[in-house]
């Protein structure tokens, strides 16, 4: 079964300062998508690893299932972290580059509900983009270059078959990752809130592995 693959033209660039809560609220909630659709395939990936009869019809379907959660990551951690995108985590480090970036998070920080002082905005905010940045700094950007193969496709059918030439799933969780803890200390320099996308990750691979080893089960009676 393969996924659609679809490219749109590049939106022109956002600028950040202008809304970074906004912002921030996206990239988390794209990041969470990423998490989910992670968690669910590694959870289904466990329960067929433990699953006494793989022969079984249901393995198969399993298996295409977990295939495309694997390229529904694929394809929202890229978004994430695509350069030509008008809102991604490329344009927030940027953005944070910027003279001006502290005032603005902190500022935003400060006026989140509960309200709190912009001294103590400012430290808090600092201390966040200072993880953004190190964390960022992990990001392999070779790994991530072997996906920038299918930028230039316009609609496409693709299989995991032909991502998997490109990453592992090993280094897609490193992508994901990173990902979601960006999106979390964006949300966090700008609002104050513990919002943790990577949180996700577990909670997914748990329903995952849950539903999924059940179903196995139910079907060899």
């Known amino acids: 079964m393969g996924a659609i693959w679809k ?21 988390n909630l794209w990041a969470d998508m990423a998490a989910r659709a992670y968690g669910a395939y590694s959870g289904i ?13 249901s393995i198969h379907h399993a298996h295409e299932i977990r295939q495309q959660l694997a390229l529904m990551s694929v394809i929202r951690t890229f978004a994430l972290l695509d350069r030509d995108a008008g809102l991604s985590m490329q344009s927030v480090h940027r953005f944070l580059k910027r003279e001006e970036a502290i005032r603005l998070v902190a500022e935003s920080f400060a006026l989140s509900e509960p309200p709190s002082s912009l001294e103590g905005a400012k430290r808090d905010s600092s201390l966040a983009v200072q993880r953004f940045l190190l964390k960022y700094g992990e990001i392999d950007w070779t790994v991530f270059g072997r996906l920038q193969s299918f930028r230039n496709v316009a609609i496409s059918h693709i299989t995991w078959r032909e991502v998997d030439k490109f990453v592992t799933y090993g280094e897609l969780e490193h992508l994901v990752r990173i ?31 849950m539903f999924w080893s059940a179903a196995l089960k139910a079907s060899l009676t």
Not at 7 to 27: C, E, I, N, W, Y
């Open 7 to 27: 490219r749109t033209q590049s939106p022109m660039s956002t600028d950040l300062g202008a809304d970074v809560s906004g912002a921030a609220k996206k990239l």
């Open 45 to 57: 990936n466990a329960s067929i690893a433990a699953a006494s009869d793989k022969s079984l019809p």
């Open 179 to 209: 990902s979601c803890a960006l999106a979390g200390e964006f949300t966090f320099m700008t609002s104050g809130l513990n919002d943790w996308p990577e949180e996700q990750i577990a909670v997914s691979y748990d329903d995952a592995f």
